[in-house]
């Protein structure tokens, strides 16, 4: 959520701005800034809109200059503007700021600066630290930054720039991720790895409340009482191919065409092919400790809370244990006392989500055991659980998540068997190992079937309103699809446990209103078929995801995608990519931006 950058060189300041704006655009891109230093002054430019809009106005002899900060935002306080766009600057403009989080005691700080005779022009909660930046400096960058962490409550990253403080930028974290990274003769702060590569080789992360003070020559770093820390740099590694879309138009179809091989990287991972066991080597609960469970509680948002639903039932098919799903935003309000005998999965690929964090917050203060399922080993839940299963997605640069969800559903099934094995049920993965090793080459066929999907889309792409059901595993594989699909391309979509439909939805059925029907199989696909008929005697257009030998549901469906037949616990993983393509094929048709749908950013960091 928001994307900050910095950069103190020998070079020229502004391109390397704008292109760090860039790569962070898809953690939100509502408005976009930069300032830059030259001799004693900031001039700034910023405004509503994205930065490749932005970025060929702006005049590059007015912001020429060797030191400057760049931004791009996700509205949290005050709507996309010019004047509510960062950088933020106090009235003198002797200071400018970047931010990313919240500061949580705004309205007080406001009001007693207000009071003090400071004006605001913007609503955003950014201007309360360029003004208290500027009224705390007396030339020294860390005495300050500390006098601001001092005043301020909440969760926040901070890059300024003082224009007596020429050459240098001075970066706070707190709770919000911050990096500096080392390169020749020049330093870049950034609030994502993947702005700093390419120009650093090296990279510190600065811990909680760390104030650096970074300078073309390197960066020095203070604990929050000011003390200096040392900390070795560490090599920056990261993978070059994750920088490019890969001759694909957008990250979001690279993403869907890269879930083949993340899976069969994850099964090869996690399955000890000699003693024929599921190895989460980083879980940190010991067979005991598994043992002695009574109840699972997993924590995630939007998509990661649809692979927790799946978690959830598979924990309680395979290992015998209670197991529940609860949206990360509503588990702190839960009257309930944890203790060890509970653990709680935290489900989420940036590892930076707040309500999420809150959940994992909630139930170590109530004693809970907890483990986090993820795609970032250095995020802030992370940081916070017991224990971690790592989904090795790689990078997700497109909003909607798509490969995340399939290395979430494997991931958490792997850990259901995990705890089914300790808990006794030694034999938990054998009838899945033929599906495991089938998996990523049905995915593979599963991708290939776009064709079909195309010709769904062309008839279901100017629908306002659509239905996705599934029963059993395939409940969150509807849910899941009509995510996708309400996300990139407008269209309001619902996901329903098929069973539900007729306790209310099904007075929505009519050939306008398009429902998905993900067949599944066994005794869910066999009630699935009766929905389906409920929907065709309403006279539904029906679209079903099948299984190819499944010979009933084609007869009963007015368009079909068949997918590879697996293990039913296997085959949620298949049946959700070609609703992923789905949703991209009817938003490409709709001219919608599939890479940055509208109103959306990676990384929610916001309660
Ligand atoms: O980073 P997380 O997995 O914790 O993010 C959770 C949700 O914000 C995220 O899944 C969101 O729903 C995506 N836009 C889904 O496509």
């Known amino acids: 959520m928001c994307g900050i950058i910095g950069y103190t060189g020998e070079g020229e300041a502004l391109p390397v701005l704008v292109e760090g704006i860039r790569l962070l655009s898809y953690r939100g891109y509502d408005s976009a800034g930069v300032a830059v230093e030259r001799d004693g002054a900031l001039v700034v430019e910023k405004d509503k809109g994205r930065i490749e809009d932005l970025a060929p106005s702006w005049d590059r002899t007015r912001l020429a200059g060797r030191t400057g900060i760049g931004h791009t935002r996700w509205a949290t306080h005050g709507r996309p503007s010019r004047v509510n766009a960062h950088p933020q600057s106090d009235a003198a403009g002797d200071v400018v700021v970047v931010h990313n989080g ?3 005691n705004d309205i007080a700080l406001r009001e007693e600066l207000a009071a003090a005779g400071v004006g605001f022009v913007s609503e955003t909660d950014t201007e309360v630290f360029a003004h208290l930046f500027a009224r705390t400096f007396r030339g020294d960058p ?8 001092a005043r301020c409550h909440g969760r926040f990253a901070l890059l300024f720039l003082h224009r007596r403080l020429p050459g240098t930028l001075v970066a706070v974290r707190r709770g919000s991720p911050l990096l500096v990274g080392l390169g020749r003769g020049e330093c870049l702060v950034a609030s994502d790895v993947r702005a700093l590569a390419g120009r650093a080789d090296r990279v510190l992360e600065l811990e909680e409340d760390e104030i650096a003070v970074v300078t073309p020559a390197g960066a020095t770093v203070h604990a929050a ?24 138009p957008h990250w979001t179809l690279k993403e869907i065409h890269e879930q083949p091989e993340r899976l069969a990287d994850l ?23 598994l043992a002695s469970l009574d109840r699972v509680d997993l924590v995630g948002s939007g998509t990661a809370s649809y692979a927790a639903m799946f978690g959830a039932r598979a924990i309680e098919a395979l290992a015998g244990l209670p197991a529940r799903m609860v949206p990360g935003s509503e588990y702190d309000a839960l009257p309930e006392t944890l203790g060890p005998r509970r653990l709680v999965v935290a489900v989420s690929q940036s590892g930076e989500t707040a ?4 959940a994992v917050e909630a139930a170590k203060a109530a004693g809970a055991r907890t483990v986090g ?6 995020s802030r839940i992370a940081r916070s659980v017991e224990g971690f299963v790592d989904i090795h997605a790689g990078p997700e640069i497109g909003v909607a998540s798509t490969k995340v969800y399939t290395s979430m559903l494997l991931s958490l099934l792997l850990l259901a068997v995990r705890i089914a094995e300790a808990r006794g049920r030694r034999g938990a993965l054998m009838p899945l190992r033929p599906g495991l090793d089938a998996l990523p080459d049905a995915v593979r066929r599963a991708v290939a079937g776009a064709p079909a999907v195309k010709d769904v889309a062309r008839e279901v792409h100017r629908a306002q309103n659509m239905l996705y059901l599934g029963r059993g595993p395939d409940h969150a594989t509807a849910v899941e699809g009509a995510l996708k699909m309400k996300e990139i391309s407008y269209i309001h979509a619902e996901g329903y446990a098929a069973g539900e439909m007729k306790h209310g939805p099904i007075a929505l059925v009519s050939w306008d209103v398009p429902t998905v029907a ?21 006279d539904g257009l029906v679209i079903a995801v099948a299984a190819e030998d499944d010979a009933d549901s084609p007869k009963v469906s007015d368009l079909l995608v068949q997918v590879p037949t697996l293990h039913p616990w296997i085959a949620p993983i298949v049946h959700v990519v070609p609703l992923q393509l789905l949703a991209y094929e009817v938003a490409k048709r709709r001219g919608c931006d599939i890479d940055q749908p509208r109103n959306l950013a990676k990384s929610v960091t916001v309660q």
């Open 102 to 104: 919240v500061l949580d």
């Open 142 to 149: 860390v005495a300050t930054a500390r006098g601001v962490l």
């Open 225 to 248: 009482d000011g003390r200096r820390v040392t900390r070795e740099p560490k090599a920056l590694r990261y993978d070059e191919a994750s920088l490019g879309r890969g001759g694909f």
């Open 267 to 289: 099964v090869a991972a996690r399955i000890d092919p000699v003693h024929g066991r599921v190895r989460l080597d980083e879980l940190a609960l010991s067979d005991a400790d």
């Open 355 to 358: 309500d999420t964090h809150a």
């Open 373 to 378: 399922v993820l795609n970032a080993r250095a």
């Open 518 to 538: 993900v067949m599944g199989h066994g005794e869910h696909r066999t009630r699935m078929l009766s929905n389906v008929r409920e929907v065709k005697a309403r």
